[in-house]
């Protein structure tokens, strides 16, 4: 392996290649995206923006190991997840990736602390790392003092912040956030970008997020627009995006 393609094979969190995502409904199949090919480089922070219905929720789930692609490949690191079974592809979540959702799917009657640590415990924590790892995240999201409140008595923005604290509690090496600010007004959304924007870069973490938000996405590294079944640099910006060509491959990726 030449230097060149020993860095940008390290360099690239996930490599799709030809991804294609048909759902089989009803009135017929329906073709979400075909023949993606594109990279997620390692520390970097992506926005996938697009319409509704373009399907961007769909690429999250495929890239979370949530739903597996009609075709095509996706590499995370050397290892194409698209081909793991079940138990390989729960695993693969469970240490590597943290999911944010537009709903939280909080647990309203459990505290802030119990919801951020709970998934710890079930994977097999010691109770107190477990413990330690969830006040640290909660402190770092600006909850501190809301650890022992019951989720259902916070506010939306506070539980957007247990959402967070909880995807990072078992020190993901990617976040992915599929409009993380859609339920909550233009200033508590604000604050919610400011904070993962904050984290993304203090960690440094990998972190996907679809958004509506055009200002929130100009603030990432690189955008990109899910458009008519393809994955295409979003234009309005020009020096946001680039067109970096893999030697692995002998197309483009985006
Ligand atoms: N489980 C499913 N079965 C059949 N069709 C589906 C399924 N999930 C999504 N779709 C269809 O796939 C397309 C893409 O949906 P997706 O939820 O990925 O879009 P999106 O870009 O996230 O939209 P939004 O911005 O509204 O969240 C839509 O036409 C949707 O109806
Ligand atoms: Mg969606």
Redesign the pocket.
Known sequence: MNTVSQSVASDAVFRAVGLTKI?A?GPGP?T?FSNLNFEVRRGESLAIV??????????MYLLGGLDAPTSGALYFGNQNIAGLRDAALAEFRNREIGFVWQNHSLLPEFTALENVMMPLLIRGQAHQAASAATMARLEEVGLKARVTHRVGELSGGEQQRVAIARALASDPSVLLAD?PTGNLDYHTGEAIIELLLGLQKRRPLTAIF?T?NLAFASRCNRVLE?REGTLVPWAPAGPLVENPVSPSYGGSYV
């Open positions: 759902y409904s329906i979400v697009g319409e509704s219905g373009a399907g961007k929720s769909s690429l409009e679809v509506h899910l």
